[in-house]
């Protein structure tokens, strides 16, 4: 899917810098103490098990579900399964953020479509409009 | 509305709005902290009450900022309402009459759902822009009675309505975050709803009311809010919110940093298992990893923080890892990593390992910088919608 946005699909980790970023987001309330470098490779490493941990357990779900994409439940599901209970509000809040986002998105992209008309017909309209406009004016 | 005009005045209770705002410090808007002084515990027993009450809190944290749940409850009691005036008339002409016919029923209702039947009684009068004749009904109703729900409300489920509202109180500090999306979107709709109705007063029934339109009609207000990430840390940490949060370990994400949705995609789908992915899961998932992130790195920092170490090292984590079941399946990585550190480390015994931190602290700064880039999130620009 969007295996073309990078070079090589075996990279399967986190990049670093956003990771070291975050780690000291997270810790920038806790007077000056860092990750080490090693700590911060292991934490990414932990990092891309959580992952795998989660998306087959959805896996799992979504499989005895019958379904066959993993959908934003299963994750849930996943996580309630998996001793994360606590992080599922956020995770809803964050999935719904997103379709709220993403609904706005598809509303702007159907009222050109919506218009009924073609490209070249709306130009024409334009035009016409403007000459209306300038025949008024004047 | 005439009910409005005649009834404004009578109400001096607008205060029940502000209940509403049960999230202040957290909101960015101006509008929230006027609200900040009221009783806002009401208001979270109403925005929570369902978690208290459900054997299953997962699912029922889903549904309070939904608006469909508020909903819900709304339109069955409407009905009653108006079943139980059989006209404007009526109440008014005989007042007491009225009042006892429709009060006892209201009573006894109280008692076994104090929450959902206080507010969800009230919530009728919201029905007003597609109902108009029930709302003159409801109003009028309202004005006779109000001193009788009141009185019944507090006579009838006050254990009730304290004993959750302790309850939830407790969890306000963690419910925060999640809360306040509806909050916000409460108090953005409530501001116009005001002026529109200032009839409605009922102070228990105004949070779910408010959060049901608000979560209707301010859906936007609520995303843009609740999109304001850096304001409402700000606030949280000014007003001491935050460390509360954070022994929570559910603190309102200080990170804002997002991962790339494109990475966390592929690293799900490398397990060959795993076939489509819907669009949303990524980011589901990027948020969980968020939070795991959170509180591996605060435990481990804590750890660091009682060893009088300023720098975290790969040892801690371990520690921090195998200290909890909920993270044993980390184990493994910690332990093989951990491995070789502890062939250095062993003979000199633990102070060793400050050393090797110390080592490292030069390696750290570069990193953080870089990063930045990275934040935002990623949406895959050409990708189709997958979502069942």
């Known amino acids: 899917m969007s295996d073309h946005e990078f070079g090589g699909s075996d990279d399967l980790s986190l990049p670093k810098a956003t990771v070291q970023k975050i780690v000291s987001e997270i810790l920038s309330g806790s007077s000056g103490i860092a990750f080490s470098k090693e700590a911060r490779d292991i934490l990414i490493e932990c990092c891309v098990e959580f992952i795998t941990l989660i998306s087959s357990e959805a896996n799992e779900i979504s499989e005895k579900e019958a379904k066959k994409t993993i959908a934003c439940d299963h994750i849930i599901k996943a996580l309630d399964q998996l001793g994360f209970p606590d992080y599922v509000p956020a995770v809803l809040e964050a999935a719904a953020e997103h379709k709220e986002v993403q609904k706005g998105r598809e509303k702007k992209a159907n009222k050109l479509e919506q218009s009924g008309m073609t490209l070249e017909e709306l130009e024409r309209l334009q035009q016409e409009q403007f000459a209306a406009a300038a025949a008024r004016h004047n | ?388």
């Open chain 2, 1 to 388: 509305m005439p009910g409005d005009d005649a009834y404004a005045p009578k109400s001096p209770d607008l205060s029940s709005f502000y209940s509403a705002g049960p999230t202040p410090q957290v909101d960015p808007t101006e509008t929230q902290q006027l609200f900040l002084p009221q009783q806002s515990k009401p208001d979270f027993s109403h925005l929570q009450y369902p978690y208290s009450s459900s054997s299953h809190p997962n699912q029922q944290r889903y549904q309070i900022p939904a608006p469909p749940h508020s909903f819900a409850h709304r339109r069955p009691t409407e009905y009653p309402i108006t079943s139980q005036s059989p006209g404007p008339n009526v109440g008014v002409g005989h007042p007491s009459a009225a009042q006892a016919e429709h009060y006892p029923p209201r009573a006894a209702s109280y008692p076994t759902t104090g929450y959902s039947t206080s507010g969800t009684g009230y919530t009728g009068a919201q029905a007003p822009p597609s109902q108009p004749q029930q709302l003159q009904q409801q109003q009028q109703q309202q004005q006779q009675q109000q001193q009788q729900f009141y009185s019944a409300q507090y006579q009838c489920s006050p254990s009730q309505q304290f004993s959750t509202s302790h309850l939830t109180a407790a969890h306000v500090h963690v419910r925060q975050p999640y809360d306040y999306p509806s909050a916000a979107a409460a108090t953005a709709a409530e501001l116009s709803r005001d002026q529109q109705f200032p009839a409605t007063n009922h102070p228990d029934a105004m949070p779910p009311r408010r959060a049901a339109a608000a979560a209707a009609a301010a859906v936007v207000a609520a995303r843009a809010a609740s999109e304001d990430a850096p304001e409402s840390h700000q606030q949280e940490s000014a007003t001491g919110e935050g460390g509360v949060a954070s022994t929570n370990t559910i603190e309102p994400s200080p990170v804002k940093t997002k991962f790339p949705t494109a990475r966390i995609k592929r690293i799900m789908q490398a397990d060959e298992e795993v076939g489509k992915v819907a669009q949303q899961t990524p980011i589901a998932v990027g948020k969980a990893l968020e939070l795991f992130m959170v509180a591996l790195v605060t435990k481990s920092a804590e750890v660091a923080r009682q060893r009088n170490s300023k720098r975290v090292s790969a040892q801690m984590l371990k520690q921090v890892v195998e200290s909890d079941d909920q993270w044993d399946f980390l184990r493994d990585i910690v332990g093989k990593v951990e491995a070789d550190e502890k062939k250095g480390g062993a003979s000199q015994s633990g102070r060793a390992t400050h050393k090797g931190e110390a080592s490292g602290t030069d390696e750290e700064g570069g990193g953080a910088g870089e990063g930045a880039a990275a934040g935002k999130k990623r949406r895959g620009g050409g990708r189709k919608k997958k979502v069942q």
